[in-house]
């Protein structure tokens, strides 16, 4: 059975630095692309991050880009996302998924529970 | 960024019924369109992928169509756990959802 089960998240101040982590059981880790999804309060939903089964390439929303890092330890099974520089936009459940791929089609088959980013002074 | 709009955005409706909810992008997409059920505090869970393609164990009342910039999502007759807010999202380019569509009791 699948699992993601994402950690790390808190409450914090603008301009503030956090890393949430994604643990991920049930299928050969290294050998699938991860994701970071978003949604705010309230809101839709928001993709964040993508990086490749190998790490070797990563793909940022505008949103985020240049203060957020994707980044995977295939050893350890886990995803990360380091978020510095946060705003009070940033504040949302961070969802870990994981990329499907069938021939040239990508969908998240997978999801993890979230994690709750709170950004606020 | 490609745009995706849902229309409704909301709609009530009653156990049995028919739903459909549809779903534009602001290009063509061709077939790279997935569709997400979230119920309230729980993580999105993907129905359809690739426009028409069920998903492994959802149920077969659930059904996609489309290609190029209009898709729909149809819910044959709407069952108690179907009560949910639903999202299109495109595959096409970096990934976009639309806003949803929040299906609720009438």
């Known amino acids: 059975e699948v699992q993601l089960l994402e950690s790390g998240g808190g409450l914090l101040q603008p301009g503030g630095s956090l890393r949430l982590s994604c643990a991920a059981s049930?299928?050969?880790?290294?050998?699938?692309?991860m994701n970071w999804v978003r949604q705010a309060p309230g809101k839709g939903l928001e993709w964040v991050s993508t990086?490749?089964?190998?790490?070797?390439?990563?793909f940022y929303a505008e949103s985020v880009k240049g203060r957020f890092t994707i980044s995977r330890d295939n050893s350890k099974n886990t995803l990360y996302l380091q978020m510095n520089s946060l705003r009070a936009e940033d504040t949302a459940v961070y969802y870990c998924?994981?990329?499907?791929?069938?021939?040239?089609?990508?969908?998240?088959?997978?999801w993890g529970q979230g994690t709750l980013v709170s950004v606020s002074s | 960024d490609i745009q995706m709009t849902q229309s409704p955005s909301s709609l009530s409706a009653s156990v049995g019924d028919r739903v459909t909810i549809t779903c534009r992008a602001s290009?063509?997409?061709?077939?790279?369109l997935n569709w997400y059920q979230q119920k309230p505090g729980k993580a999105p869970k993907l129905l359809i992928y690739?426009?028409?393609n069920l998903q492994g164990g959802v149920s077969s009342r659930f059904s996609g169509r489309g290609s190029g910039t209009d898709f729909s999502l149809t819910i044959s007759s709407l069952q108690p756990e179907d009560f949910a807010t639903y999202y299109c999202?495109?595959?096409?380019?970096?990934?976009?959802f639309g806003p949803g569509t929040k299906v609720d009791i009438k």
């Open positions: 998924a994981k990329y499907a791929v069938a021939a040239d089609l990508e969908y998240f088959d997978y």
């Open positions: 690739a426009a028409s």
């Open positions: 290009q063509s997409i061709r077939k790279f």
């Open positions: 999202q495109q595959s096409y380019s970096s990934p976009t």
């Open positions: 049930g299928f050969t880790f290294s050998s699938y692309a």
């Open positions: 990086i490749s089964a190998s790490g070797g390439q990563t």
